[in-house]
């Protein structure tokens, strides 16, 4: 194995999806492994049934959140199993409920993805107590054992929490690096020869959106843990201190983004592009060992080996630039250069401070930062009244919700007509692949698809060659983590872990066989039938419903980040919240429209509406946001200032006036063309072409155009 295989299944051991299934694994094990010891399995199964349950919530983000969320799922499913166990005899008044259920808790989604998922851990417990039909004392036992089942995986969370306070911060924020890491790689590809541009910037719009998700995590984690927030310890401090700086380095790879084609037009014959390739690439590579330091709670080595490359990366441009003077290239084209080699050094300096917080002895001096933490996160308030607001066909909440209602009731009929031992497996495959939208539910479709017929064989074999008790029970612990460690990164392995794990479980309980990995086959078919036949046919939610949304969002946000960034060279005093506000703005906009399009490629042809355009759109505002972070950095970074900004702000307002009447034009197309000029800036003076003014002059007059060209694309987009 390489190096980096190594590494990464060593990074994986110390993530948080491999401590999530370590502790489901033993939340959910142990009380039954524990009763069998007394003759009591079927007690502890009830037990572990109900760990299994509230573990569904129990999902990275601040303690506070997942005790709350713990506590409500364990009153809830409490309650739905003493309904359900005492109404199942009755196949009308249970479908009547199983309707209303899933309905009611399908609108969960309204309050986010914890309310979501407190909503799914309702409806398992549903699905898997529906066809057990049981006297009414054995019901309450029942119940009471899941309720029991419940506070113990509460405790034991809870107990993990207190161990390490800060554990699941340090893994988020860990991955939050890495994927700037791989950002960074997506970016360095763009210098390679012969690239394609088209599937690179693709894999860029991937890595964002995942950049995006993982800040947000640590944002939600940081700002909303009390002892964080008070930068009360020398940890939580230099937690703090890591994110700000891996998000202000964020901003400097962004404005990275160049004509790349012009770039190896001119420079492709002397090789100098695989230099900046290569240093690009140990940039992600020192970021890296920063992550996996913060894994393991290590010491990062100084990155020796990149300050040497970027140094000779310094000194072939010094050397291009003496083979300039008989004007040999381009003069833009060597200041692009320049330009994306000083922001290489710029990068360099913040990966050298962000590893300088980990030497332990300068921990403790730490300075604590003043940060509005409030105002960089969202609060979802439980209010009753956006639940009947979103009761109307206009709201893709209220669709879904219904949308699940009748395909459960459809699978409910289904299940009983062929009367099979197992038939809960079809309500809950229904469950767990029905999504809000189209896209999502054929893709979560497909991968319970391959998960459980790859599993199924793989079961099947295990079950047919050994029969060693030890060994069986090894088998089903290993499925058992590696189902539970997969089941929020890549949903096809979880399965695939899954289905082995119910088949060696079925056979310890003495009902194992050959019929029973047929049997789920069979039931998942049916459920996956079921479930993307009615997100196609039921009240669908397209993709390109949003569209016009998430493009008018993303422009206004661009339009906030340029005017807060124009205040760099205009005002005197910024307030640098605001700043960081706009720009975390641009960043989530960005990330949800990117989000959209990837998702209308898994559309049928017929809804994937201005695909064309929408990858047009999609790159110019990436664009545009890239250029927009290197004029803030000229300010913040360079120290750059215009001794008369004044001539910059028709530039700057004509810019505006662009974006806006963009906007404009996607709320309310126009029949005619219109015609807005480029503005030039008053300082024409060729003597400032290499001064720092001049860079700023240029990079006012690169905003500007590409406003131009957002805006004549929203003159023929049609929504």
């Known amino acids: 194995?390489?190096?980096?295989?190594?590494?990464?299944?060593?990074?994986?051991?110390?993530?948080?999806?491999?401590?999530?299934?370590?502790?489901?694994?033993?939340?959910?094990?142990?009380?039954?492994?524990?009763?069998?010891?007394?003759?009591?399995?079927?007690?502890?199964?009830?037990?572990?049934?109900?760990?299994?349950?509230?573990?569904?919530?129990?999902?990275?983000?601040?303690?506070?959140?997942?005790?709350?969320?713990?506590?409500?799922?364990?009153?809830?499913?409490?309650?739905?199993?003493?309904?359900?166990?005492?109404?199942?005899?009755?196949?009308?008044?249970?479908?009547?409920?199983?309707?209303?259920?899933?309905?009611?808790?399908?609108?969960?989604?309204?309050?986010?993805?914890?309310?979501?998922?407190?909503?799914?851990?309702?409806?398992l417990i549903m699905v898997l107590s529906i066809d057990d039909v049981r006297p009414w004392k054995d019901v309450l036992m029942y119940s009471l054992l899941v309720f029991c089942g419940s506070i113990w995986y509460s405790f034991l969370s809870f107990f993990f929490y207190q161990l390490r306070p800060y554990r699941?911060?340090?893994?988020?924020?860990?991955?939050?690096?890495?994927?700037?890491?791989?950002?960074?790689?997506?970016?360095?590809?763009?210098?390679?020869?012969?690239?394609?541009?088209?599937?690179?910037?693709?894999?860029?719009?991937?890595?964002?959106?995942?950049?995006?998700?993982?800040?947000?995590?640590?944002?939600?984690?940081?700002?909303?843990?009390?002892?964080?927030?008070?930068?009360?310890?020398?940890?939580?401090?230099?937690?703090?201190?890591?994110?700000?700086?891996?998000?202000?380095?964020?901003?400097?790879?962004?404005?990275?983004?160049?004509?790349?084609?012009?770039?190896?037009?001119?420079?492709?014959?002397?090789?100098?592009?695989?230099?900046?390739?290569?240093?690009?690439?140990?940039?992600?590579?020192?970021?890296?060992?920063?992550?996996?330091?913060?894994?393991?709670?290590?010491?990062?080595?100084?990155?020796?080996?990149?300050?040497?490359?970027?140094?000779?990366?310094?000194?072939?441009?010094?050397?291009?630039?003496?083979?300039?003077?008989?004007?040999?290239?381009?003069?833009?084209?060597?200041?692009?250069?320049?330009?994306?080699?000083?922001?290489?050094?710029?990068?360099?300096?913040?990966?050298?401070?962000?590893?300088?917080?980990?030497?332990?002895?300068?921990?403790?001096?730490?300075?604590?930062?003043?940060?509005?933490?409030?105002?960089?996160?969202?609060?979802?308030?439980?209010?009753?009244?956006?639940?009947?607001?979103?009761?109307?066909?206009?709201?893709?909440?209220?669709?879904?919700?219904?949308?699940?209602?009748?395909?459960?009731?459809?699978?409910?009929?289904?299940?009983?007509?062929?009367?099979?031992?197992?038939?809960?497996?079809?309500?809950?495959?229904?469950?767990?692949?029905?999504?809000?939208?189209?896209?999502?539910?054929?893709?979560?479709?497909?991968?319970?698809?391959?998960?459980?017929?790859?599993?199924?064989f793989i079961g099947m074999g295990i079950l047919l060659y050994i029969h060693d008790r030890h060994t069986l029970f090894f088998i089903l612990l290993f499925c058992m983590i590696g189902a539970y460690s997969f089941q929020r990164k890549n949903y096809v392995v979880s399965v695939l872990f899954m289905t082995p794990y119910i088949l060696v479980l079925f056979d310890f309980l003495g009902m194992g066989s050959m019929s029973i990995a047929r049997e789920r086959i069979y039931d998942t078919l049916i459920g996956s039938g079921i479930a993307l036949l009615g997100s196609y046919v039921l009240f669908p939610n397209w993709e390109h419903e949003n569209l016009k949304e998430a493009m008018l969002n993303t422009l206004r946000a661009n339009m906030a980040y340029f005017e807060e960034v124009t205040l760099l060279y205009f005002a005197t005093e910024q307030n640098l919240t605001n700043y960081k506000l706009a720009r975390k703005e641009v960043y989530v906009t960005s990330a949800n429209l990117a989000s959209i399009f990837q998702r209308m490629f898994s559309e049928p042809k017929s809804k994937q509406k201005l695909m064309k355009e929408m990858h047009q759109f999609t790159a110019l505002n990436h664009l545009l946001s890239s250029y927009i972070a290197t004029l803030s950095l000229y300010n913040k970074e360079h120290s750059f200032f215009f001794s008369t900004p004044d001539e910059l702000k028709p530039i700057a307002n004509n810019t505006l006036y662009l974006l806006n009447l963009s906007a404009e034009y996607l709320v309310k197309p126009k029949a005619e063309p219109a015609s807005v000029p480029l503005i030039k800036s008053v300082n024409d003076d060729k003597k400032l072409l290499n001064s720092n003014e001049a860079l700023v002059i240029e990079q006012f007059d690169l905003i500007q155009k590409v406003a131009y060209d957002i805006f004549k694309l929203s003159e023929k987009i049609r929504i």
């Open 1 to 123: 194995m390489s190096n980096r295989q190594i590494r990464t299944i060593q990074d994986f051991l110390l993530s948080t999806y491999f401590a999530d299934g370590l502790r489901i694994t033993i939340g959910v094990l142990f009380p039954s492994m524990i009763l069998a010891q007394f003759g009591m399995l079927k007690f502890g199964m009830t037990l572990s049934l109900g760990a299994l349950c509230v573990s569904v919530v129990d999902t990275p983000g601040p303690s506070v959140h997942r005790r709350n969320a713990m506590l409500v799922t364990t009153a809830l499913i409490t309650l739905i199993s003493v309904i359900v166990g005492l109404t199942n005899k009755n196949p009308y008044f249970i479908g009547i409920l199983l309707v209303t259920c899933s309905f009611l808790f399908s609108m969960f989604f309204l309050y986010g993805t914890r309310a979501a998922s407190i909503g799914t851990a309702v409806l």
């Open 168 to 456: 699941v911060v340090q893994q988020t924020l860990s991955e939050s690096i890495h994927e700037i890491s791989e950002f960074l790689r997506a970016k360095a590809r763009f210098y390679h020869r012969n690239t394609d541009y088209d599937d690179n910037y693709a894999e860029l719009l991937k890595h964002q959106v995942g950049v995006h998700e993982k800040q947000d995590a640590v944002r939600e984690l940081l700002f909303k843990t009390r002892e964080i927030v008070r930068e009360s310890t020398p940890e939580g401090r230099f937690l703090l201190l890591v994110f700000v700086d891996t998000v202000d380095l964020y901003e400097q790879v962004m404005s990275t983004y160049y004509d790349y084609q012009h770039l190896h037009e001119q420079f492709d014959a002397v090789g100098i592009l695989s230099s900046y390739e290569r240093v690009i690439n140990r940039i992600a590579s020192e970021l890296d060992e920063i992550a996996f330091s913060l894994k393991t709670g290590g010491t990062p080595l100084p990155p020796v080996i990149l300050i040497d490359e970027v140094k000779r990366l310094k000194e072939e441009i010094v050397n291009l630039e003496n083979e300039n003077k008989e004007g040999k290239y381009n003069t833009l084209g060597i200041i692009a250069l320049k330009n994306i080699e000083v922001n290489i050094e710029n990068i360099l300096s913040r990966v050298k401070t962000i590893n300088s917080y980990f030497n332990k002895s300068e921990k403790k001096n730490l300075k604590k930062r003043e940060i509005e933490t409030e105002r960089f996160v969202t609060r979802q308030p439980i209010d009753i009244k956006l639940f009947f607001d979103n009761l109307t066909f206009s709201s893709a909440t209220f669709r879904h919700a219904l949308r699940v209602a009748i395909v459960m009731i459809i699978g409910f009929i289904v299940a009983r007509m062929l009367d099979s031992s197992h038939s809960y497996w079809i309500l809950l495959t229904i469950l767990v692949i029905s999504k809000p939208g189209f896209s999502l539910t054929k893709q979560r479709n497909y991968e319970r698809l391959i998960g459980t017929v790859v599993g199924a």
